[in-house]
């Protein structure tokens, strides 16, 4: 099965790297998509995605680099390499007060001018990985009037309800999923993965951080334990864990176009 959001490029993993790879490999794992948080992150994980076939990255500024002025049209050039899948991940963050919310939206404004711009020259239609805590009404209605087709976009670590869930999917959005949903503390977020048609749920580690059930005092994360949350979301969906991991990956390749 894929991984579809972690960071193998973090201090947390990148010393351990072949170790990390290997007990992917172990569990099943056959690729991983490095998520960048800002330009200098998106060339080593592009870096890191052309030195191994298993492993492709994205284009991103997280929000919470917001106040360090970086320009997301100098992600451009990562964005033209094929090993590249996705802009982002990009989005607001409502969880800590720094940034500030009027940095956060400033940087949000440009990612999107950005994706604009690569679009009307002509560059590939790539998805785009949202980062969204505490944010969803003032995040949506901005996604909603970038005039990118709602379908572009993958709203990862989903830590809301249904209700929410409901709205993401209207918009048009897939969704992926954490070890966050297998957390009994976490029954909203499990009643959203209910809810989620086969054809927008993706898994996701977004490692090293939110280590699943069974190895939730794991640290660091690791892709390998998708297989966790995976196992969680074909329980509840009362399917054999093979039968799901062909549903998520068939997403995973059809949204990014991993394995391709």
């Not at 572009?152 to 670590?157: D, K, L, S, T």
């Not at 927008?200 to 090293?208: K, N, Q, V």
């Amino acid at each position: 099965m894929f991984d579809t959001h972690c960071h193998l490029t973090s201090e947390a993993l990148k010393g351990t790297l072949p170790d990390v790879l290997a007990q992917a490999e172990a569990a099943g794992v056959h690729g991983m998509l490095s998520v960048s948080v800002d330009p200098l992150d998106a060339q080593a994980a592009l870096d890191l995605a052309q030195a191994h076939p298993q492993v492709w990255c994205t284009a991103g500024v997280h929000p919470s680099e917001a106040a360090l002025g970086h320009d997301p049209m100098d992600l451009h050039v990562i964005a033209k390499d094929p090993k590249c899948l996705a802009w982002g991940e990009l989005g607001l963050d409502g969880h800590w007060p720094e940034p500030s919310q009027a940095q956060q939206h400033a940087l949000l404004e440009a990612h999107l001018d950005a994706i604009g711009a690569w679009d009307q020259a002509g560059g590939r239609q790539l998805p785009i990985v949202v980062h969204c805590r505490k944010a969803l009404d003032d995040l949506l209605p901005r996604l909603a009037s970038s005039g990118i087709d709602g379908e572009r976009f993958v709203f990862h670590c989903f830590t809301d309800g249904p209700d929410e869930a409901r709205r993401v999917l209207t918009f048009g959005a897939a969704i992926s999923f954490t070890g966050v949903v297998t957390y009994p503390n976490a029954p909203d977020v499990a009643a959203a993965a209910a809810i989620v048609p086969d054809d927008r749920i993706m898994i996701e580690t977004d490692a090293p951080y939110l280590s699943p059930q069974p190895v939730r005092g794991v640290r660091p994360n690791q892709p390998a334990h998708v297989v966790h949350t995976a196992a969680f979301l074909a329980h509840q969906r009362k399917m054999e864990v093979e039968a799901f991991a062909e549903i998520a990956d068939a997403n995973a390749q059809r949204i990014y176009g991993m394995g391709a």
